[in-house]
């Protein structure tokens, strides 16, 4: 008994197929359009879909023996880019018609925090910090449907300001793995960004002040004799870090004075930071708390979290009828 799922919110074209009973999984394949996007410094919606449409029929044909052991299709329909997601939708649409399947609609976010529980039972309540592309928020899920976002960013996402620094510098798409690298080789005192929101009691986060801080920064850099060095650049990139991460552990701290979570975990793409992964495993180390961590490569956008959130939706009956299910680009809630 599987579950074929469809993951296509942004620019990885993923499927995926889960074992209802064993939570094994059977297949699964990415791929991912990084590069396509690399020169633009960042996601270009109308490429993106149209690079679903060559490669999720391509990775289909790959599990077409699965087909007669099929209970379900599921789909990523929110949140994400709308002309990506109608691809993974339309597709998941016509072969629920045509396998005479039920349709499972699933919530992207649920499914990066399930990204914790590819191949395993779940551990549930947990306190968690997604920190994706489009997202940075901390979220008390005490059950799939039972999710509360108790703190978010008011403007841009965590991920999102490596992307943009990394761009400022012509670094290229995505920034988070090549702004940590060049931080490797970079002084993080050189430069003495702000934190965000550092006297505010609130937990909320916010990335643009840091992002223009940054920004002006390199303009200065740029205009001096002989333009921006490559040493520069490492120091930029090690400043930038140091402060963005320093903004999430100074409001985590805060967090854990209220409530010591007796589970923690990091989720999505922007989770496979060591400076974060370093600095929350010494957090939790000190309040005795049991971090879990998703495998790297199931922190970025992949099927196999989809399929295993559409596991429990499925025992749970929770279907949509393919004349009902739509896309949304933002959820209000979880
Ligand atoms: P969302 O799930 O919110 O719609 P997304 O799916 O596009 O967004 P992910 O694929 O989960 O996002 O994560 C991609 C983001 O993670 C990018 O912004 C990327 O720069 C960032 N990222 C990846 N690796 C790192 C890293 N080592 N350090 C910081 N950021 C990183
Ligand atoms: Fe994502």
């Known amino acids: ?54 490669a999720l029929p391509k990775i289909l044909e790959e599990c077409k023996e ?18 990506t997601l109608m691809e993974g939708v339309t597709m998941a649409k016509a072969l629920s018609i045509s396998l005479n399947l039920p349709l499972i609609a699933v919530n992207h976010l649920k499914g990066h925090i399930y990204s914790l529980f590819i191949e395993k039972q779940e551990v549930l309540p947990m306190t968690i910090l997604l920190v994706s592309g489009g997202h940075t928020q901390i979220i008390e899920a005490k059950s799939l449907n039972d999710m509360n976002i108790i703190a978010s960013t008011m403007d841009d996402s965590f991920g999102e300001s490596f992307d943009k620094v990394a761009k400022m510098m012509g670094l290229g798409y995505p920034g988070g793995p090549v702004v940590q690298e060049y931080g490797l080789k970079g002084d993080e005192n050189r430069f003495d960004f702000p934190v965000p929101l550092r006297q505010s009691p609130l937990i909320q986060f916010s990335y643009s002040g840091l992002k223009n801080a940054v920004r002006m920064q390199i303009e200065k850099l740029e205009n001096q004799e002989g333009g921006i060095t490559n040493q520069d650049k490492y120091d930029v990139c090690a400043s930038f870090q140091k402060t963005a991460v320093s903004h999430i552990m100074q409001k985590l701290k805060k967090q854990f004075k209220k409530v010591v979570p007796e589970n923690f975990a990091i989720v999505g793409g922007a989770s ?16 005795k708390t049991n971090l879990h961590l998703s495998e790297l490569k199931y922190c970025s956008d992949n099927a196999a979290m989809i399929g295993r959130v559409a596991v429990e939706q499925y025992k749970q009956n929770d279907f949509v009828n393919v004349n009902e299910i739509d896309v949304q680009t933002r959820l209000k809630g979880m």
């Open 1 to 54: 008994e599987l579950i074929l799922s469809i993951e296509s919110s942004c620019d990885d074209s993923s499927i995926a197929i889960t074992d209802i009973n064993t939570l094994e999984l059977v297949y699964h394949k990415k791929i991912s359009q990084e590069l396509q996007h690399s020169m633009y410094g960042g996601v270009v919606p109308e490429l993106a879909a149209r690079l679903h449409v060559e």
């Open 66 to 83: 699965f087909f007669p052991l099929l209970k379900a299709i599921a789909v990523t329909n929110a949140p994400g880019l709308s002309v």
């Open 272 to 287: 496979a930071n060591i400076h974060l992964r370093t600095q929350i495993e010494e957090l939790c180390n000190k309040y």
